[in-house]
C-alpha cells in the first residue's frame, strides 16, 4: 500500500513535470503580424511592413511596434536570430515579478531602429531613445523613472535596461535615498 | 513554345493531339462546363480514371508532372482537364522541387492556370518550407503559386498565416498581406 502511495506521488511528479515542460516550450515564441510581408526562402529573411507588431513571450514580456522589421532565421530555418526594427518605434515591456513580488513596466521610444539578438535576448534601441518605468499596479504615487540617452539596452532575460550618455529623472520611492536627476 | 506530352491514357493522347481552343473564356467557373455552349451529339468530353500529364519547355525540360490516380474528364474544346486525387509535381522551380497533394485538379490551358480549389498542400521537397491552403493556383504564365483560402506556411520551426501568399518562383521569394507570423526561440 506504502508502494502504491509512492507510485502515485511519483506519477503526480513526473506528470506534473511534463506539463511545465510543456508550457515552457509553448512560450518560447516570438509572433509578428503586419500588413505585408516578403519571404526569400533562399536567405531565410522576413521583411515586414506597414502596422509592424513584434510580440516576445517569456518572463519579461515585450513588444514591439515599428512601421518596418525584418526577421533573420537561423541557417536551418528552424528558429529566430535576429530582428530589426526599423523607426520611430516603441517597446514596451513588462517585467517579472522581482524578489519582492514588484511587476514594472517600461515603455522606451526610439527615433532610428532597435535590434533583438536571440543568443542573447536584448533590445537595443537607437536614436533618441527614451524609455520610462513604472512600478506596477500604476497609481499616482507609483514611483517613476525616466531615462533618455543615444542607446538603450533591455535584457528580456534579466529585465534590466542600461544606456549609454544617459540622462535619468526619478519620482517616487524606488529604496534608493537619492532622487533627483543625473547626467 | 511549350510542348504537352500525354502519357499514361489513351484520352491523354487524343488531349495532346486537340486543336487549338476556340474560345478561351480564360475564367475557371466556365472552363470545363458547357455553360452558354449548345449541346451536341459530339461531346468534346472524355472521362477516364488514372492518367499523368508532363508538361516540358521547348528544350524537353520537364516544368511539372500531374499524376492523377482518381478519374478525370478531358475538354476538347475548353481545353480542360479536370481530375480528382492527385500529386502534382513541380520540377527545379525557384531552386526547389515542390509537391502537391490535392483531392481535385482543374488544369486549363488556355487560361494557362493550374487550380487547386478543394486545397492542397504544397511542399518544397527538401523539407523547408510549405504551404496549406484552401485554394491553390498555379500560374504558368509567370510561374506563380497563390495560396488562399485561410492559408498557412510552414517553415521547419514556424509558420505564417495570412490572407493570401504569392509564392513567386522566378524571384525565389513569398509575399503576403495581413500576416501574423510565429517563430520558435
Known amino acids: 500500500m506504502k508502494r502504491l502511495w509512492w507510485a502515485g506521488w511519483a506519477l503526480i511528479v513526473i ?108 533590445v537595443e534601441m537607437v536614436g533618441d531613445a527614451q524609455a520610462d518605468i513604472i512600478t506596477l499596479p500604476e497609481k499616482p504615487d507609483s514611483p517613476k523613472a525616466h531615462f533618455s540617452g543615444d542607446v538603450l539596452r533591455l535584457s528580456l532575460k534579466s529585465g534590466e535596461l542600461s544606456a549609454k550618455r544617459v540622462r535619468i529623472r526619478m519620482e517616487g520611492e524606488f529604496g534608493a535615498p537619492e532622487q533627483g536627476e543625473r547626467q | ?12 493522347v487524343w488531349w495532346a493531339q486537340r486543336p487549338a481552343p476556340k474560345e478561351t473564356g480564360g475564367e475557371w467557373s466556365h472552363a470545363g462546363s458547357n455553360a452558354g455552349k449548345p449541346a451536341t451529339s459530339a461531346s468534346p468530353s472524355v472521362e477516364a480514371r488514372g492518367g499523368e500529364i508532363e508538361q516540358k519547355d521547348h528544350a524537353g525540360k520537364v516544368l511539372w508532372k500531374l499524376k492523377i490516380t482518381g478519374t478525370f474528364t478531358t475538354d476538347k474544346n475548353l481545353g480542360t482537364v479536370r481530375g480528382k486525387d492527385v500529386q502534382w509535381d513541380l520540377v527545379k522551380a525557384g531552386g526547389k522541387d515542390w509537391r502537391a497533394v490535392a483531392p481535385e485538379v482543374q488544369v486549363d490551358y488556355s487560361a494557362k492556370r493550374i487550380r487547386f480549389p478543394s486545397g492542397a498542400r504544397v511542399a518544397a521537397l527538401d523539407g523547408a518550407v510549405s504551404f496549406e491552403a484552401g485554394q491553390v493556383e498555379y500560374q504558368m504564365d509567370n510561374g506563380k503559386l497563390i495560396c488562399s483560402g485561410q492559408p498557412t506556411m510552414r517553415l521547419r520551426g514556424s509558420y505564417v498565416r495570412a490572407k493570401e501568399f504569392v509564392v513567386d518562383m522566378q524571384r525565389r521569394l513569398v509575399s503576403a498581406r495581413r500576416v501574423r507570423a510565429v517563430y520558435a526561440r
Not at chain 1, 49 to 63: D, I, K
Not at chain 1, 75 to 83: C, N, P, Q, V, Y
Not at chain 2, 1 to 12: D, N, T, Y
Request: glycine share 6%; hydrophobic share 45%; proline share 3%.
Open chain 1, 15 to 122: 506528470v506534473g513535470a511534463m506539463a511545465w515542460g510543456q508550457a515552457q516550450k509553448r512560450t518560447r515564441t516570438a509572433e509578428v503580424s503586419a500588413d505585408d510581408m516578403v519571404f526569400k526562402w533562399e536567405t531565410n529573411q522576413f521583411e515586414f511592413t506597414g502596422n509592424c507588431v513584434l510580440e516576445v513571450s517569456g518572463p519579461n514580456q515585450a513588444t514591439i511596434a515599428a512601421p518596418r522589421m525584418s526577421v533573420q532565421l537561423t541557417a536551418d530555418g528552424r528558429s529566430i536570430k535576429f530582428l530589426k526594427a526599423t523607426g520611430p518605434l516603441r517597446t514596451t515591456v513588462v517585467t517579472a515579478p522581482d524578489s519582492q513580488g514588484v511587476k514594472r513596466r517600461i515603455v522606451a521610444t526610439a527615433a532610428q531602429y532597435a535590434t533583438y539578438v536571440e543568443a542573447d535576448q536584448v
Open chain 2, 1 to 12: 513554345m511549350l510542348v504537352i506530352v500525354a502519357a499514361g491514357a489513351v484520352a491523354l
